[in-house]
């Protein structure tokens, strides 16, 4: 029994989506803690300004802070997604540059009496009996 559930349990952890999403779930975390990174370097000094500018007016600064903290953290959410959009469609793009076209199908013979669709090598219509002008291929 252990055999089995152990057997199933590697077919499962070697889907190619499971890889897949794992590998997403550790690039998400890293590129995470780049953009919490810039957030931090980058966009926390102006917020703090701001939040300074709105005390020295008599503002609540506790207010704005927590303000400010939720729009940082909706930004640094928003660069996320967007940059992981990027890579996932730039990723898409050039898997499917690899792809080989599929041929195109071929259109179905059809009786030229009754219009019903019909083998190719049939000799005479299934559906309304009519004999058929030999095939000719395209």
Do not use: W
């Not at 008599?58 to 953290?73: C, D, E, T, W």
Request: overall charge positive; proline content about 7%.
């Amino acid at each position: 029994m252990f055999k089995k559930l152990l057997k199933e349990f590697k077919e499962f952890a070697l889907r190619g989506n499971v890889i897949d999403m794992a590998v997403g779930v550790i690039i998400g975390a890293a590129f995470g803690k780049v953009v919490t990174a810039v957030i931090d370097i980058f966009l926390n000094p102006i917020i703090e300004n701001i939040t300074a500018a709105a005390a020295l007016n008599g503002n609540q600064p506790g207010f704005a802070g927590s303000i400010m903290s939720f729009l940082g953290v909706v930004i640094e959410f928003v660069l996320t997604a967007l940059v992981l959009f990027v890579i996932i469609k730039a990723m898409n793009a050039a898997k499917n540059l690899t792809k080989k076209p599929e041929p195109p199908k071929e259109e179905p013979r059809k009786c030229p009496f009754c219009c019903s669709e019909i083998a190719k090598e049939a000799t005479r219509c299934p559906h309304c009996t009519s004999e058929l002008p030999k095939y000719k291929a395209a």
